[in-house]
């Protein structure tokens, strides 16, 4: 793949870049950072562990309406059945110093994936991405639902969180982790 492409905004270059590479560190992004993005956070951060990828996660909103709140009660509840910890978690929001701290941001959505890009400096060295780039599916918003949705968002999470898992595993074993 020719190197100018790198970094580009032509979306399957910037799929193959983190396809190819184990990030260092990986946000994730949903508009208020107290139910998809921390249950992201609290997932990728423990099955990551358990495959012994030392990879740092962290999650934003692009909206401060729950800065310095915890995640939503159902979020650690149905998280806490599944062995995800969310109760350290505090929402916080994007900040400019993301777009250069982080390897990867993943947005929840497509109207979070249009915020952040909104709002990305130029000479961002982040990748922006749909988080279920897999599918090009959205996780849905819980937040006005009830608590099979906070456990349809756990799944979908999970499944997308084991998918990148796995591949940036293979990378790993294959001596291409830049760290």
């Known amino acids: 793949m020719p190197s100018d492409y ?11 870049t983190i396809i190819m ?4 560190s990986v946000l994730f992004v949903c508009l208020g950072n107290i139910c998809r993005s921390p249950s992201a956070e609290a997932v990728m951060t423990e099955l990551a562990k358990n495959q012994g990828l030392t990879i740092r996660f962290d999650s934003a909103g692009t ?5 310095g709140e915890r995640p939503d009660s159902r979020a650690i509840d149905v998280g806490g059945t599944l062995d ?4 350290s978690l505090r929402a916080r929001q994007l900040s400019k110093q ?11 959505d497509n109207n979070n994936l249009a915020s952040i890009k909104k709002v990305m400096p130029s000479d961002a060295t982040a990748q922006v991405v749909l988080f279920d780039d897999f ?3 959205e996780v849905a918003d819980p937040y006005y639902g009830d608590v099979s ?9 999970e499944r997308v969180s084991r998918a990148w898992l796995d591949l ?4 790993n074993q294959h001596g291409n982790h830049h760290g």
């Open 6 to 16: 790198l970094g580009s905004s032509k979306q399957p270059s910037i799929i193959m």
């Open 21 to 24: 590479t184990t990030p260092n």
């Open 63 to 67: 909206a401060n309406y729950h800065t």
């Open 84 to 87: 995800f910890d969310l109760t």
């Open 98 to 108: 993301d777009f250069y701290e982080f390897d990867i941001i993943f947005a929840m």
């Open 135 to 137: 599918t090009k599916q």
């Open 149 to 157: 949705d906070f456990q349809a968002m756990f799944g979908h999470i």
């Open 168 to 171: 940036w595993q293979s990378t």
